[in-house]
């Protein structure tokens, strides 16, 4: 007579785990399920699906970025961005020029601003561990969309020469501010979902 399946065998993933730590190519294995699949320092990180605000508050960064984009720069959601042991997934990434349109992970000398919009599931990642990983990488600018009851908050963030981000200013939803970095753009929350 067969034995019933151990009730824990109804937990196993459908994709193997690696023997070591996780690399970009293994993301290609993992499902296409609505999360946020991405490594820190060799590690799986996993945010749950986001909700209707987060995606139309990061479009709308987007679409702010892309009409401001000088030619040959361009501003797009949720392109891989390669960190020595790590492959992050920003919201929203401004890319320089040249960079080909067929590229899956970007290299940071290409990247010119990342672009977090924070989520109850990604909140301490966003404030803390993806800012230090992107300034160690030499990524000029940060920006981290904080999203409170009066709207979104922007704080802009520059590279400072120690390796990390300096405040440079945060942007509340009532106020306005002409960002020089990556290059000029209005940063206006209040013109972003609500």
């Known amino acids: 007579m067969a034995q019933p399946a151990h009730p824990l065998s109804q937990l196993m993933y459908p994709w193997p785990a690696p023997q070591g730590d996780f690399t970009a190519d293994d993301l290609l294995d993992l499902p296409n399920?609505?999360?946020?699949?991405?490594?820190?320092?060799g590690?799986?990180?996993v945010t749950p699906p986001a909700d209707i605000e987060h995606h139309s508050v990061a479009d709308d960064i987007m679409i702010a970025l892309r009409?401001?984009?000088?030619?040959?720069?361009?501003?797009?959601r949720e392109i891989g961005v390669q960190l020595g042991d790590s492959t992050l997934v920003p919201d929203v990434t401004?890319?320089?020029?040249?960079?080909?349109?067929d590229t899956m992970w970007a290299d940071p000398a290409d990247v010119a601003l990342v672009v977090?919009?924070?989520s109850k599931g990604s909140?301490?990642?966003?404030?803390?561990?993806?800012?230090?990983l992107y300034a160690e990488a030499g990524i000029?600018?940060?920006w981290r969309i904080e999203r409170t009851s009066a709207g979104p908050v922007a704080h802009l963030y520059s590279?400072?020469?120690?390796?990390?981000?300096?405040?440079?200013?945060?942007?509340?939803?009532?106020?306005?501010?002409?960002?020089?970095?990556?290059y000029a753009v209005q940063v206006a929350p209040a013109t972003w979902a609500a």
Do not use: C, M
Not at 94 to 101: K, M, S
Not at 161 to 182: C, F, I, K, M, T
């Open 123 to 132: 909140r301490r990642h966003d404030r803390f561990t993806k800012p230090s």
């Open 159 to 182: 590279r400072a020469a120690a390796g990390h981000y300096q405040l440079h200013r945060s942007v509340n939803p009532g106020d306005s501010h002409l960002a020089e970095l990556p």
């Open 67 to 76: 009409t401001a984009a000088p030619a040959g720069w361009r501003a797009i």
């Open 94 to 101: 401004v890319l320089r020029p040249g960079v080909a349109r």
């Open 116 to 118: 977090e919009v924070e």
């Open 33 to 41: 399920d609505g999360h946020k699949y991405e490594i820190i320092d």
């Open 43 to 45: 590690g799986l990180h």
């Open 140 to 142: 000029e600018s940060y």
